[in-house]
């Protein structure tokens, strides 16, 4: 390790890219270009000089998009972020498609709020939903997933492509094939595999989600892959102005579309380097993790490469929290801890409830450097040194009780 200078020891350490990411500079530059008084203001849908500027900045920006999932342009919708691109998608399909496919949805309890709950609300409405379980370290079954598909027809099929809290990634190739063979139409939440791993909907995926925000663009931005040929329709969500197809109509926003496209530009630009440059780092710090023992890794080693979630036996979480002051981390997910409940995440995966309290998301991104990473294993394990010393639980596992018996069973 390298050792680091007292000025480190007041910086923050940022390790929750998968919460948001900062926006890359290059972005930034990008966008101040639709930002000004005297130019790049106009409305994209105005038929005037300055209107169509900003129309074909808009167009430029959803080539982007597009090229980094290898979609069409004309297969991308703009959205206010990924929260409204999967209730656009989710309850889209199932108001245009529960009729003639089939009423029945499926998807995963890992799945992300923004995809649980419009699921759950479409099954207060009278769907037919099927919330199926993960195993232990986070994967689909898929056997579960084509007897639930062979049980009922189903009109959609809705899966993250990477988990959002753990990194683990589902095998969407097996996943559309099932799908497809069962007449459901499959919806992939691609927020977190963006930039981050190989993306094509090539692979009879249909609806597809994006974010700005988790990929070194603004927030507020996002955009939903629907696809064309065969014609995937949609009930929208809003009616307006018919912009978008009249899928989401609504003013366009140029200089944060156009920060998206920006944005989707550099993740392809680098998308043979950063995937593996991040893999390195993830490495660095599960290595420098495991040099405490009782370190428990909840999800899988091939998982996205920026995420990684891990469980301190014998730890007190909230007190684990107040130990690192200038770690900016996730005790397993922004949204989940706010509420102070436990992560359903980790819940559906049978993480006992206390090791998921002790659990920390670190989450690296671009700008995350080697010596943060040497800052924040340092800071942990001190803090994890610390009150295991006061431990009972700890003491316990010390002398060989299993997890089951310390925390009551999964
Ligand atoms: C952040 C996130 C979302 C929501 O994206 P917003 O653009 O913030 O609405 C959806 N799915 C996953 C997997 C995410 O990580």
């Not at 379980?133 to 579960?144: C, K, N, T, Y």
């Not at 981390?329 to 801890?337: I, Q, V, Y």
Request: charge should be neutral; include cysteine; aromatic fraction near 4%.
């Amino acid at each position: 390790m390298n050792s680091p200078t007292s000025a480190d020891r007041e910086r923050q350490v940022y390790l929750d890219n998968a919460a948001t990411t900062p926006l890359d500079p290059r972005v930034r530059e990008r966008m101040l270009d639709w930002l000004g008084t005297e130019t790049g203001y106009a409305n994209p849908a105005s038929t005037h000089a300055p209107g169509r500027q900003a129309a074909m900045a808009v167009e430029r920006a959803r080539a982007e998009v597009a090229a980094l999932i290898g979609a069409a342009e004309d297969e991308i919708v703009w959205t206010s972020g990924a929260t409204e691109a999967n209730n656009l998608a989710i309850f889209g399909a199932a108001r245009a498609h529960g009729e003639r496919r089939g009423r029945r949805i499926i998807t995963l309890r890992s799945e992300h709020k923004s995809v649980l709950e419009p699921c759950r609300q479409l099954a207060r409405e009278g769907y037919d939903l099927v919330e199926l379980p993960v195993a232990a370290d986070g994967s689909l079954d898929l056997a579960q997933l084509e007897a639930a598909l062979q049980e009922a027809r189903t009109c959609l099929v809705a899966v993250a492509a990477v988990n959002n809290e753990t990194g683990v990634r589902q095998p969407l190739t097996e996943i559309a094939t099932l799908a497809r063979r069962h007449g459901a139409l499959l919806h992939v939440d691609a927020v977190q595999a963006a930039g981050r791993v190989p993306l094509d909907v090539a692979g009879d995926i249909d609806l597809l989600a994006l974010s700005a925000h988790k990929l070194y663009g603004p927030k507020g931005v996002g955009a939903l892959y629907v696809r064309r040929r065969p014609r995937v329709r949609l009930q929208p969500l809003l009616f307006g102005g018919g912009q978008e197809g009249g899928l989401r109509p609504g003013t366009v926003a140029v200089h944060q579309v156009v920060g998206m496209g920006e944005a989707c530009r550099l993740a392809r630009e680098l998308m043979d380097s950063e995937p593996r440059q991040l893999a390195q780092l993830r490495q660095r710090r599960w290595s420098g993790l495991q040099q405490l023992d009782g370190v428990v890794m909840h999800g899988r080693s091939d998982g996205a490469p920026h995420i990684l979630n891990v469980g301190f036996i014998g730890v007190h979480g909230e007190a684990l929290a107040a130990e690192l002051p200038r770690l900016a981390a996730s005790a397993s997910s922004a949204c989940t801890s706010a509420q102070g409940a436990m992560s359903h995440v980790l819940r559906a995966m049978g993480v006992p409830e206390q090791l998921a309290h002790a659990s920390l998301r670190l989450s690296l991104g671009r700008f995350t450097t080697e010596q943060e990473i040497d800052l924040a294993v340092e800071w942990i394990t001190a803090a994890v040194d610390r009150l295991r010393a006061f431990s009972p639980v700890w003491r316990r596992w010390r002398a060989g009780a299993s997890l089951d018996i310390m925390y009551g069973g999964a």
